[in-house]
């Protein structure tokens, strides 16, 4: 049974630190991907982020750029986010889901992602 499991979300300071992380099981994470979306207030879903097994490649939305950084641990089958300088339209909540291996983001599988973790930047 695939499983995800999301955490590390909070309320921090603009400029602020978080590591979500998502704990995966059920599947072959290493032939699959983890992909991280992320849905804000009256916004559609958008993938932000995705750590790719096919050529070990990392993918990022144009809007963090240069502040997140996604990672993997698969010893423990684990994929986190690491958002740095977050600014105010980062909140949303955070999901993660099983994508394919070349990282698009129109391939999750529907119910893969979990309850999801709140992210709210705000002063």
């Known amino acids: 049974q695939v499983q995800l499991v999301e955490s590390g979300g909070g309320l921090v300071q603009p400029g602020g630190s978080l590591r979500l992380s998502c704990a995966a099981s059920?599947?072959?994470?290493?032939?699959?991907?983890i992909a991280w979306f992320r849905q804000a207030p009256g916004k559609e879903r958008e993938g932000v982020s995705c750590?790719?097994?096919?050529?070990?490649?990392?993918y990022y939305a144009d809007s963090v750029k240069g502040r997140f950084t996604i990672s993997r641990d698969a010893a423990k089958r684990t994929v986190y986010l690491q958002m740095n300088s977050l600014k105010p339209e980062d909140t949303a909540v955070y999901y993660c889901?099983?994508?394919?291996?070349?990282?698009?983001?129109?391939?999750?599988?529907?119910?893969?992602w979990g309850q999801g973790t709140q992210v709210t930047v705000s002063l």
């Open positions: 889901a099983i994508v394919d291996r070349l990282c698009d983001y129109r391939s999750y599988l529907p119910d893969s």
């Open positions: 059920g599947f072959t994470l290493d032939y699959y991907a």
């Open positions: 750590i790719s097994s096919h050529d070990g490649s990392t």
